[in-house]
């Protein structure tokens, strides 16, 4: 199973960014997907967490500016980033975990490479 993140880049801020998991071998229609990220001396923590029936949750600082997003046709999850700021910089990896309701960062079962988001002026 291989789950890949892409769609990172440098931008200012104010921006937007999609961001993209793929995966291959693993069917995410029966996957809860979690996004998360981790910048420079800091640890990894959750941005969203969208469960398998499609119901989504958002990190208090991205709430109201990220959106998660499924495409169980293209066996791909998005993350849709917008006003960006430079607090969320850092390396963005999606996650899964099969038919759960959370996405715990101890919990995943599948972990992608991550990209990297720069957002500065």
């Known amino acids: 199973f291989q789950l890949q993140a892409s769609g990172g880049g440098s931008v200012q801020p104010g921006s937007s960014l999609r961001l993209s998991c793929a995966a291959s071998?693993?069917?995410?229609?029966?996957?809860?997907i979690g996004w998360f990220r981790q910048g420079s001396g800091k640890g990894r923590e959750a941005v969203s967490c969208?469960?398998?029936?499609?119901?989504?949750v958002y990190a208090d600082s991205v709430k109201g500016r990220f959106t998660a997003t499924r495409d169980n046709a293209k066996n791909t999850v998005y993350l849709q980033m917008n006003n960006l700021r430079p607090e969320d910089t850092a390396v963005y990896y999606c996650?899964?975990?099969?038919?759960?309701?959370?996405?715990?960062?101890?919990?995943?079962?599948?972990w992608g490479k991550g990209t990297q988001v720069t957002v500065s002026s």
């Open positions: 996650a899964a975990r099969g038919l759960k309701n959370d996405c715990p960062l101890s919990g995943m079962t599948y």
């Open positions: 969208v469960d398998w029936i499609g119901g989504s």
């Open positions: 071998g693993l069917t995410l229609d029966y996957n809860t």
